[in-house]
């Protein structure tokens, strides 16, 4: 069987070349989905697995736009369809100069399973382009989501695939991108999620990543014996999901001891925590160096200039920041600190080869598609909300963001069990995503 895999990894390769982000998370995900493939020969020989690595479709588009200087600009817009057996396409877009096919392809196929996590009727996918909205004004990004939905408006729809924030697409891009879709199609329905609370928004959606991932962080603690209270607590980050996540750490008597920005980390032995947790909601997103200003706001917290809070003794790790921002240095820096716990808010923030030696030295990771699924979900919510013409409110997503995350946990820890694997979340999540996504692409036929 584990060659059948390995021709797996080698197809995605061939047919992806130079994508190695992409690489990356197949091979993650089909290694640990290997006993699920000696249960079920069917699924070899449906060809499933090489169905699932092959985007059902993917479309790259030119973006054109004008600056305020009068300039042309042109950018390249992306949307990857990736596998619709279990719901619309569903997933974020990002806007970030690194953006090319192997992001967003990795991204895409992360979403199948984390959507499947959730339980909730949602496919995968995931779009974007390689567009820097660092610098930009306030006109310049409305002339960029403007052009961009004037392609993407053709290829979505609330139940063909429904787009929703991601790094560097927040609320007010989201406002844009919305209104360009309504001015086109001439119809007022739930194609993006992350709204506005005044039109169609989910009250709860800006901090339903982080408070999930604390949700997630505590399930695994309280499945090893432990409670968050009094823990110490190194964060990266300083966007959305961070500030969320801090939020939530906090109120379940965490104490944050890190955050980072792109100029290094702020090590704050006092917590970050009060109108500090304020402070990151104004840089939220800003792109802007964020630890030495915050270093002079609060003079008791020391600034580590170009580092990664990786190097800091802690109890619980949660990178929030971007892809692969754990290395295997930093893996060994954790280990050597005394780690057990590391729960990922980012997608993939973790290189293969750090995850392997974290876990075979003792550590317990929450893997992302599993932790941060409770963004996505809260947008499955929003979908819901918009097609029922209706508004919920906070206290019904908070209360269903929780149960949704405590069975996540549940669902992974059972899958893992059930394989023989112990409690391995990683393998445990990867296993019960791709179960119920296989159950459907079974009964749908060679499609
Ligand atoms: O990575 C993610 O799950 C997201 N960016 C959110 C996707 C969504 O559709 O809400």
Redesign the pocket.
Known sequence: MAKIVEQYIEIAKKRNPGEPEFHQTVEEVLTSIEPVLEAHPEYVESGLVERLIEPERGVSFRVVWVDDNGKVQVNRGYRYEFNSAIGPY???LRFAPNVYPGIIKF?GFE?IF?NSLTGLPIGGGKGGADFDPNGKSDAEIMRFCQAFMTELYRHIGPSTD?????LGVGAREIGYLFGQYKRIVNRYEGVL??KGLAYGGLAGRTEA?GYGIVFFAREMLKHCGEDLKGKNVAVSGFGNVTWGTVQKLNELGAKVITISGPDGYIYDEDGVSGDKVDYLLELRGSGKNICSPYAEKYPNAKFFAGKKPWEVKADLYIPCATQNEIHIEDAKAMVANGCKFLCEGA?MPTTNDALKYLMDNGVVVGPSKAA??G??AC?CIEMGQNAGHTVFSPAQVYEQLETIMVNIHKHAAEASEKYGLGYNLVAGANIAGFEKVAEAMMAQGLV
């Open positions: 569903k997933g974020g991204l979403q984390k429904v787009p929703a924030g991601d999620t992350g990543t997608n941060n699924a963004g996505v947008s």
